[in-house]
């Protein structure tokens, strides 16, 4: 069974709408995402590629309920994300989580860093073990609501910092202080806070240059290998989708044009609009 089903998903945008709320004459339809349909299996990725404004930032947010759909099902482990209450999707939002694409938006910048990566953990109240509470005594571990206490949540930041590259050093400075792919490494470990099964990447390397953007990829690697992760890679680049990716879906104006094995869309593309990606992008080392 996939951990993601995707059946007949749309998302439609009024077009002609005045600045004042009001409808103009003439008023047309945008399909950002037309009737999409795929599976996502556990531990894999699937890169989704495709140029701006094709519709793969909407699908991924989609998928996560960050916007409503027109019309369509989501599934998540077999469950109706669509037809779940607020209560039922708050709790299917700790196993569902984000990166963003631009760092520098992406951090709230009055937060310091560990109060950015411990948010999720206090939002949920949640009670998942990890390596480092061992050193913190059951008693003393959790609150009678089930939410981590502050020395163990601290240890859990840390855990999770050490896990994206960074240390506990930087607990108490401002996202300012820090380069873009910092940022971004922060921002991860925001998204693993809660030991999510599955995370939607949102071009989470195109605000970066391409040496920064080569450690980001392959530390997302590195965390699927270790956390057992399923990925939504959503790129513009062909090159570091191949580089990632289990399977490749490709997407052209709302819809998925092509998909198949990694070795089969760059090997023997279909249709046309996947080999002029192909032939367009520069090969790129990751």
Request: no cysteine.
């Amino acid at each position: 069974m996939p951990l993601v089903e995707i059946r007949s998903l749309t998302k439609i945008y009024p077009q002609g709408e005045s600045m004042l709320g009001g409808k103009s004459r003439g008023k047309n339809e945008v399909r950002a995402v037309d009737d999409v349909s795929l599976d996502i299996h556990s531990g894999e990725t699937l890169g989704l590629v495709g140029e701006s404004g094709s519709g793969k930032s909407t699908l991924g947010r989609l998928i996560l309920r960050l916007i409503e759909p027109t019309s369509g099902s989501i599934r998540f482990e077999d469950r109706d994300l669509l037809g779940a209450s607020s209560g039922e999707m708050r709790r299917q939002r700790r196993d569902m989580q984000i990166i963003f694409q631009d760092p520098f938006a992406s951090l709230d910048p009055r937060f310091r860093v560990e109060d950015i990566i411990a948010e999720p953990l206090i939002i949920h109240g949640n009670s998942h073990g990890s390596a480092n509470d061992a050193d913190v005594p059951p008693s003393s571990r959790f609150s009678r609501q089930g939410a981590l206490t502050s020395r163990a949540r601290r240890a859990r930041v840390v855990e999770l910092l050490r896990a994206v590259g960074l240390d506990e050093s930087i607990l108490q400075r401002f996202p300012h202080e820090f380069s873009g792919g910092q940022r971004q490494r922060i921002g991860i470990a925001r998204a693993l806070a809660l030991r999510p099964k599955f995370i939607v990447a949102d071009e989470p390397v195109s605000a970066l240059d391409v040496s920064v953007g080569a450690q980001i990829v392959n530390l997302l690697a590195q965390l699927q290998r270790d956390f057992g992760l399923t990925y939504l890679f959503i790129s513009h680049s062909m090159p570091v989708v191949r580089y990632l990716s289990t399977r490749i879906a490709v997407m052209y104006r709302g819809k998925i044009v092509e998909m198949g094995t990694t070795g089969q869309i760059v090997e023997r593309p279909q249709h046309p609009y996947t080999r002029s990606l192909l032939e367009a992008t520069p090969e790129v080392a990751v």
